[in-house]
């Protein structure tokens, strides 16, 4: 029982496809992590050990950023993350990166975010504790990530508009664009 009740708990927090979103204040019915459609919400620990909620950043334009510890590329692209938000301050980005495992392949916690965030000098960025429990290869009850790091591109209405597997700065910078 104790199992079912913990699976409950993660398809909650973690999942959906076409998700029934109504009884929320947000203008959508439905969620999922396909392209053109809302993004489904998740609540996890930032590097301080607060919740944050995809939704809380309603309204701004979002880079989400899935990153493991053991990643080379996602330490190279971590080096980028406080710039990217800065340069893009005036557009209101929010840049959230979530670490799906820490440096020796395990889930993360908030310690392990806040030495990944004091390492690569993010400082005004959410880095959040996640866990491959929020992934799925066909994005029907979770993210889709199929290479470290993996960018999702959710504009101000938290429509997803785009993604880039792997780290390619430009690339990023010219899907970032697309959302304002």
Known sequence: MYFFILFLT???LFGCH??????TNYPWNDC?????????N???QDQDGQNVSLYDFYGQPIVLDFSTGWCGFCGIAAEEVQSVQDKYASHDLVYITVMIEDHRGWKPDPEFCQEWATAFGIYSAPVLAGGDSMLDPEAENG???AAYPSFYFIDSDMIIQGNVLGFNPWKIDEVINTLF
């Open 18 to 23: 076409k998700k029934d979103v109504a009884d």
């Open 42 to 44: 998740f609540t996890l």
């Open 32 to 40: 999922s992590q396909q392209m053109g459609d809302h993004a489904c």
């Open 10 to 12: 993660f398809l909650s």
């Open 143 to 145: 993210w889709s990530v």
